[in-house]
């Protein structure tokens, strides 16, 4: 039996990253016209396909987030050991390891313009990690069950968080607290994105609906049923 992918992450040029929930590996697959199934690299310890890569070890345990920087060349992992690891794919190497939650990181994201990485997890806390100092720099509470998802804003002045409490929270970073608390899902919420130029927000949730949020008036402007739950 095959293991399953839980994760993917694009990016806007070089290729995919997707990462096995349960062999606790990241492996990065590169798009290319001439073959689109050209092997780039993993991060599981061995070297594979086209390019002769030494890779670093993988996790000790699954890995449940994922997602790569602005520059394309950085990967941040989150594992159900509370680790996240960060490699650098052209040197194919581990460049920073954090440890910090005290369970699984279920969700990360990194800042568009700085060296900054948000983490999501189990343990109900978010933190914004300084990757160049390796420090923590702060920590927001208020979710009261697992963040299943988190995304930065395109201006990198707030940060959204969606969990398993039903719930969808606006921090701001500069004041480091909540700004507003969208409560009106009625289940876990899985998943969300933000407008990249307008004040727009859409989270979807185990509740089978998508809704569409203003903000700047904090309002809900639109939902939409369907017939299965997003995840």
């Excluded at 095959?2 to 994760?7: D, E, K």
Aim: charged fraction near 20%; include cysteine; hydrophobic fraction near 35%.
């Amino acid at each position: 039996m095959q293991p399953s992918i839980y994760l993917v992450s694009l990016t806007m040029t070089r290729g995919v990253c997707r990462a096995h929930f349960e062999c606790q590996l990241c492996q990065v697959w590169e798009a290319s016209i001439k073959d689109p199934h050209h092997w780039w690299g993993g991060f599981e310890g061995q070297s594979l396909g086209y390019r002769e890569t030494r890779c670093p070890p993988g996790f000790t345990s699954p890995v449940e987030s994922v997602s790569f920087d602005s520059s394309e060349v950085t990967i941040g992992a989150g594992a159900a050991s509370g680790t996240i690891k960060i490699w650098n794919i052209e040197e194919a190497k581990v460049v920073r390891t954090f440890t910090g939650h005290k369970s699984s990181c279920a969700s990360l994201d990194f800042h568009r313009f700085g060296e900054f990485l948000a983490i999501g997890s189990s343990d109900t806390n978010m933190k914004i990690w300084d990757t160049r100092q390796q420090r923590c720099i702060h920590t927001y509470k208020g979710h009261t069950q697992r963040i299943n998802v988190l995304k930065f804003t395109p201006d990198g002045r707030w940060i959204v968080s969606g969990g398993a409490d039903n719930s969808v929270k606006v921090w701001d970073l500069t004041a480091g607290k909540l700004m507003h608390d969208f409560c009106l899902h009625e289940g876990p919420v899985n998943c969300l994105v933000v407008h990249p130029y307008e004040f727009l927000l859409a989270t979807g949730s185990v509740d089978k609906t998508v809704k569409f949020w203003d903000l700047e008036t904090f309002e809900l402007i639109g939902s939409a049923g369907h017939e299965v739950f997003f995840s």
